[in-house]
């Protein structure tokens, strides 16, 4: 029996959502910051008419950093949490207003720096956030950040 693959979403599975699945390291026998860390990535989005997928190399480093930027916010109810991938396949930036709303401005390329790009906003509110926390905890255990930038 396959194990479902590690995945996390913003929004509503059955409405509006970006869901993001990493699914292979393609330097696996690296253990260094910058080759170590890239993940092959399946992006699925569908905001108002548009509905698409298309595969993302992302980065182990930037789901750790997303996730304790996320858990802050939560905490706070206030601020910004922003995924920004190096090759800006994928940028997330949420924000809360202090009552418990959070809006996802974001920003998807289907080719990293030169492809087309969707632009859409979600919103959520703040019981949606454990569920996030959770499916980027199950990513970071799959895909743990390698490495340091300075070494």
Request: proline letters at 4%; a negative charge.
């Amino acid at each position: 029996m396959d194990e479902e693959k590690p995945y996390f979403r913003i929004g509503s599975g059955a409405s509006e959502h970006i869901t993001v699945t990493p699914l292979y390291r393609p330097h696996d026998q690296c253990a260094d910051f910058w080759d170590g860390n890239w993940v092959e990535s399946h992006v699925e989005i569908r905001v108002g008419g548009f509905t698409g997928r298309f595969r993302a190399s992302l980065r182990a480093n930037e789901f750790a950093h997303f996730r304790e930027e996320l858990a802050r916010l939560y905490s706070d109810l206030t601020g910004t949490a922003v995924f920004s991938s190096m090759e800006h396949w994928l940028t997330m930036k949420i924000q809360g207003d202090g009552l418990g709303h959070f809006e996802a401005e974001c920003h998807a390329m289907d080719q990293a720096g030169v492809g087309n790009r969707l632009e859409f906003r979600l919103s959520f509110d703040q019981t949606d956030i454990p569920g996030i926390l959770k499916g980027l905890d199950r990513v970071n255990e799959a895909f743990p950040a390698r490495g340091s930038p300075d070494a």
